[in-house]
């Protein structure tokens, strides 16, 4: 993202003409030296939050208790956070307070993993104290530091571990796997929603079936809400977490919805699957053509992701939603040209569920193609399918 870099350097400049230091730290230098696409570009200094902000026009104070500003550039907003290194921590969380520092090797040293500590100057020239470059290269995930001490810090830095060996494909390296063990049953003081957020992008990694793996050797899934079998997902590869988040369910049985929602998954997301597991279902169960008016295109890609990976030997639509629909009588529900207050004239009868249930057969019966979308059709057909039963049973 060459918006985000050319927006970080000119950031950059801008702080060495006001005689500040900054460089680019963490995610973006790590994945620019795996050739990975880069998101967020951090910059890093040893300015102070009101330094920063007497520097640049435009500013916002997006974490400023934690020594972060965003600038805006033209170019794109950039995230500066002055150099600190974490106060006591207390409760295998967040650290009581920050304390910020004027030398980048002490900001470096706070960070979680080798690759994440690896620091960018505008000529491009890196700073690496603690051989990130060559754990990359070895393609290791190795704490900075005394890997127990790191984990006892922040618990969450594990669960991170797992996440940066699915979205890589890396290994962890001996003695951070040994802590992890030590450590596994301190991410029950994690925030759930600190948690959800690391499985969203594993659930999305190119290889979350190491990823799990991982969860498994490093005893993180006892400690974890929810079952991780991590043959489960092998070959499992997705681009949206909430595919993940379904297959994930799909692994839970009956107390799925507990799992997610203590995961904290919105309203939304908890919609979401539970469609793409009634879509998956209907699979199984033998998708008819009213399938399509019930599913959306997404949950249907999912459905048909999660029977695939399963080798469902079931006959599967590949045609899309809009495809099938197109072919269909009718497609949406609203076409058909008769409503409840019809069947009510033309029955004679009193309101009830079966008002509900008789639209459902209709709309079954026009997108099977054996009722015409015709009012004087439907009328006989609720006529002889609804009254002459009612009265005569
Ligand atoms: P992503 O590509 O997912 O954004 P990232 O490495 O940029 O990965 P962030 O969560 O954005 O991860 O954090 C930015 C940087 O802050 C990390 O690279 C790391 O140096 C540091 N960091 C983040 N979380 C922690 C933590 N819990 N403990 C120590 N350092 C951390
Ligand atoms: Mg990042």
């Known amino acids: 993202n060459n918006k985000e870099w050319q927006a970080a350097f000119f950031v950059i400049e801008q702080l060495e003409e006001a005689g500040f230091e900054a460089v ?13 696409p880069v998101h967020d570009v951090d910059v890093a200094t040893n300015a102070l939050p009101e330094e920063v902000k007497a520097v640049f026009k435009r500013t916002v104070d997006i974490g400023i208790q934690h020594g972060t500003v965003l600038v805006i550039v033209p170019a794109a907003p950039v995230e500066v956070t002055t150099y600190r290194t974490d106060g006591e921590y207390t409760d295998h969380r967040r650290p009581e307070a920050v304390h910020f520092v004027r030398s980048l090797k002490e900001d470096l040293q706070r960070r979680d993993f080798t690759m994440n500590a690896i620091a960018m100057r505008r000529d491009g020239s890196l700073v690496d104290y603690y051989g990130g470059q060559q754990d990359i290269e070895a393609r290791v995930i190795r704490a900075v530091g005394e890997a127990q001490v790191r984990f006892a810090e922040d618990a969450l830095r594990m669960l991170r ?14 003695t951070t796997l040994q802590a992890m063990q030590a450590k596994a049953a301190d991410i029950a003081f994690i925030a759930k929603e ?20 991982k969860l498994q050797e490093s005893d993180l899934a006892v400690f974890l809400t929810g079952d991780f079998h991590a043959e489960n997902w092998r070959g499992f590869c997705v681009q949206n977490k ?3 988040w379904a297959y994930f369910a799909l692994s839970q049985g009956e107390k799925w919805p507990d799992v997610l ?16 597991l009634a879509a998956f279902h209907a699979f199984e169960s033998g998708w008819t053509n009213l399938d399509y008016f019930t599913f959306r295109e997404e949950e249907l890609e999912a459905a048909r992701y999660f029977a695939e990976f399963r080798q469902l030997d079931v006959p599967m639509p590949q045609e899309s939603i809009q495809e099938a629909q197109a072919k269909l009588p009718i497609r949406q ?16 009868q009193k309101r009830g569920p079966w008002v509900k249930e008789a639209l459902q057969s209709m709309l079954e019966a026009v ?17 002889q399918t609804y009254i002459h039963k009612g009265e005569n049973p």
């Open 367 to 383: 997108v099977s193609g054996e009722l015409q979308n015709e009012r004087q059709q439907i009328k006989h057909w609720i006529e």
């Open 161 to 174: 571990a797992v996440r940066f060996s699915a979205q890589l494909g890396f290994s962890i390296e001996e």
């Open 24 to 36: 680019v730290v963490g995610g973006a230098v790590r994945d620019a030296l795996l050739d990975r």
């Open 333 to 348: 529900r609203q076409e058909i040209v008769v409503n409840g207050m019809d069947l009510l004239k033309w029955s004679g």
């Open 194 to 213: 600190r948690l959800k957020a690391e499985l969203d992008k594993l659930w999305v990694g190119k290889d979350v079936y190491n990823g799990i793996k």
């Open 242 to 244: 909430l595919f993940g």
């Open 261 to 276: 929602r203590s995961y904290r998954l919105s309203n939304k997301e908890m919609a979401f699957v539970k469609s793409a």
